[in-house]
């Protein structure tokens, strides 16, 4: 009876602890697969496809210059999950809580490069794929796949601290802010944007920095 009366209490913990554990936030599509909808340009006008291409669920930034894609929506904290193929010595980015600074448009950047052909890649780590562009490097032994083929990234934002995933490891974390985010802040190109990188809250931005890069598998959940 003892050992009985055990399982029922442990059962009923069990089940009890089961139904206060916050549901796991589930994921949602950022791209349809065929169309630019729930994106804008950088000034939050519609975009036209033309240069940037939704075909066969891949998102493809072709030649010309149609401009960068901004969510229309702003996501707090929140774990942002793609896959991203860079022409040979091509340049792009997944900027996030991004925001309006005077007449720039800013936000903290997963860089996407060519890191092998593209002349930022001998620039340092804080300007090669997955740093937190400008500001902190990506663990140097990344597994990195070269230029064409595709690779798998994660961006999480959950309390203050920023994480970048390159090909299922995680490459670079940095609190925001902290005493390593001021020094850091202070030494990169985006000193002199009061503000920048601290907000709670912005846009993601797919860049437009002149060259082909495809995208595929966007999808997001928020905390």
Known sequence: MKNQIATFLLSAALVNAAEKSPAEPLWKPLFDGETLSGWTNAKGKEVKEGNWVAEDGILTRKSGGSGSLVTEKEFGDFEFA??????EGGNSGVKYRVQNYGNQVLGLEYQVLDDSKHPDGKNGGVRQTAALYDLKA???KKKLKPAGEWNQSRILVKEGVVTHYLNGEEVMRLEIPSEEWEKRFKASKYKKNEGFGVNVQGRIMLQDHGNE???RELKIREF
């Open 82 to 87: 793609f896959e991203w193929k860079i022409s």
């Open 138 to 140: 990506a663990n140097e």
């Open 213 to 215: 890069v495809s995208f």
